[in-house]
């Protein structure tokens, strides 16, 4: 049992728990399971088929293909948008799922093999998670037969991000068997590699930029676990390495030579003392030193050592917020030693989203997202159930609870966007 996760299942988002369905009451005890909201059990089985596929980034093909079949029986036109193969793309290939309703005046009904030159315009709103998963696979299971608000869901993506996909899709079904959201509304895209690249949503949206320069979408909604808290958007973040260049000699006689070892630990805790930026919403940016070496053996002169660091920054704009983070690193290892070098590689300061809708918590989290690899003036939406840090944990899990919040929630941001 998760306690944590107790609390994520009746969380944030508690002006809006689902409908429940009264059933009649047996004795005056009735057992819990007799409540749910009606689409409990499709949502249990969307999501029990999203996390028992395994689709470790890379090899996400067996998802991708169950994902079009459902959503072609659910009356949507599909589309594989194929993405760069890697070292583990099985025979399949790895391709990212557009999907939008069949009733659309968009693309051909040709059963799975839409052209997606067919597109003619983009529609008002995104709503968008991803299919990969980090690594180990962990096989689904679910702690109760008959399942309630408060049963555990186990497995590897169960949270990060298949709970939101499943969520998403229910919410879409839901507000289209209403009459709520119509056939050119929006557009539904669930893309591979987010968990260590984002070269599925970069691929997406290259394919927009070159088929639509002068549109774009008016809302995007990314499905990652915020504890069903509307996100405030997410800290940027730089990597970074730190050189340092000595000379080697003999241990009895340093001052023959130069440590280069000396000089790293001193320009290292000169960064982790620097004030490298706050926000008010993001807190400070963070380093994480999280590999240092140098030297050769203990009694020689170090003539070379080096740190690599994985910075969180909370200045923004996302476009340059990083580069005044970095601006201040190098300031403080030049204070201490001019021969220290740092490289590093592109970054982006905070990624700002809309947090502000009626009946929302919010939320500001840590961690990356593909909010950034998607470009336009779009307004930007991140929510979803479940705890990152259980996510990429041996013991990943989400309650049947947090999926139906996240339902409802999907619901209300996807009216808001479009102002229904
Ligand atoms: C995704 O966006 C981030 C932030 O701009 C960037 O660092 C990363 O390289 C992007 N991924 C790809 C595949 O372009
Ligand atoms: C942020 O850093 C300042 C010092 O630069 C420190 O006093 C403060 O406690 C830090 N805040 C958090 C939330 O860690
Ligand atoms: C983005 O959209 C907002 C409001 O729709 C507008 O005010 C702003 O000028 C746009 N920015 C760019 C770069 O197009």
């Not at 869901?153 to 507000?175: F, M, W, Y």
């Not at 580069?323 to 204070?335: D, G, H, I, S, T």
């Not at 961690?367 to 950034?372: A, L, Q």
Request: hydrophobic share 40%.
């Amino acid at each position: 049992m998760l306690p944590s996760l107790l609390l994520t299942g009746l969380g944030a988002f508690g002006l809006v728990r689902p409908a429940e369905h009264q059933l009649p009451l047996v004795g005056d005890t009735p057992s819990s399971s007799s409540f749910g909201p009606a689409y409990r059990d499709d949502l249990l089985a969307l999501h029990k088929n999203l996390v028992s596929t395994s689709s470790q980034s890379g090899a996400e093909g067996n998802v991708g293909d169950w994902l079009i079949a459902y959503l072609q029986e659910h009356k949507f036109k599909t589309y594989k948008q194929q993405v760069s193969p890697r070292d583990n793309t099985g025979a399949n290939g790895r391709f990212n799922v557009l999907a939008w309703p069949a009733e659309s005046d968009v693309g051909t009904t040709i059963r799975g093999d839409v052209d997606i030159s067919t597109l003619v315009h983009v529609p008002p709103l995104l709503v968008t998670s991803h299919i990969d998963v980090v690594p180990p696979h962990i096989p689904y299971s679910i702690d109760d037969d008959i399942p309630t608000s408060e049963t555990h869901i186990n497995g590897r993506g169960s949270a990060d991000a298949k709970g939101s996909v499943a969520s998403q899709l229910t919410a879409i079904n839901l507000l289209r068997s209403e009459g709520v959201l119509e056939g050119n509304d929006f557009l539904a895209v669930f893309v591979v590699g987010e968990e260590d690249s984002g070269d599925g949503m970069r691929a997406f949206s290259t394919f927009m930029e070159d088929k639509f320069p002068n549109a774009g979408f008016k809302a995007a909604i990314f499905g990652e676990p915020t504890e069903n808290k509307l996100a405030c958007g997410h800290k940027g973040i730089l990597s970074c390495t730190v050189t340092a260049t000595g000379q080697a000699g003999h241990s009895g006689y340093p001052w023959l030579g130069k440590s280069a070892n000396d000089a790293l630990v001193r320009g290292l805790v000169a960064l982790i003392d620097a004030d490298l930026g706050t926000n008010p919403v993001f807190g400070n940016t963070t380093v994480n030193l999280g590999l240092i070496q140098g030297g050769v053996a203990a009694n020689v002169i170090p003539a070379a050592a080096e740190a690599a660091m994985a910075i969180r920054v909370a200045l923004g704009p996302q476009e340059t917020g990083h580069m005044e983070v970095r601006r201040r690193m190098e300031a403080a290892l030049k204070a201490v030693d001019t021969s220290l070098a740092m490289a590093c590689t592109q970054g982006y300061g905070v990624v700002e989203c809309n947090c502000v809708v009626d009946g929302f918590d919010t939320i500001a989290v840590n961690y990356g997202t593909d909010v950034p690899n998607l470009s336009g003036n779009h307004t930007r939406y991140l929510y979803g159930p479940g705890d990152i840090l259980v996510a990429h944990s041996d013991h990943e899990a989400i309650t049947v609870g947090a999926l139906e919040t996240a339902v409802e929630g999907y619901k209300t941001l996807i009216k808001h966007a479009l102002q229904k």
